[in-house]
Nanobody
């Protein structure tokens, strides 16, 4: 059974940092595109960052310069380092992965096949 399990969320003050992890199990995602999305209450799920295997990262404008996506294929794990957090970053954060080897910048939720259950990030002002 394929599973993506996020961790690392929590409550932090504005300006603080958090590091999210997404541990994959059930198969390897070394050839897949993996990404992070977030969803705030009453809003649609939005793209945060994505990374091909061995490719360059790509970020939403709202997080560029503050967030860093990385992956460790040996551990089958995806990370999101979030610095200089703002109250508007408050949301449930989801990791996602494609089932097949893909290339390109994938920013739409429908382009991903596997999803984690999400981890809550709350940034207080």
């Amino acid at each position: 059974q394929v599973q993506l399990l996020e961790s690392g969320g929590g409550l932090v003050q504005a300006g603080g940092s958090l590091r999210l992890s997404c541990a994959a199990s059930g198969r390897t995602f070394s050839g897949s595109v993996m990404g992070w999305f977030r969803q705030a209450p009453g809003k649609e799920r939005e793209f945060v960052a994505t990374m091909e295997n061995g490719g360059s990262p790509y970020y939403a404008d709202s997080v560029k310069g503050r967030f860093t996506i990385s992956r460790d294929n040996a551990k089958n794990t995806l990370y999101l380092q979030m610095n200089s957090l703002k109250p508007e970053d408050t949301a449930v954060y989801y990791c996602a992965a494609t089932a097949r080897v893909r290339v390109g910048v994938l920013k739409a939720p429908y382009q991903y096949d596997y999803w984690g259950q999400g981890t809550q990030v709350t940034v207080s002002s």
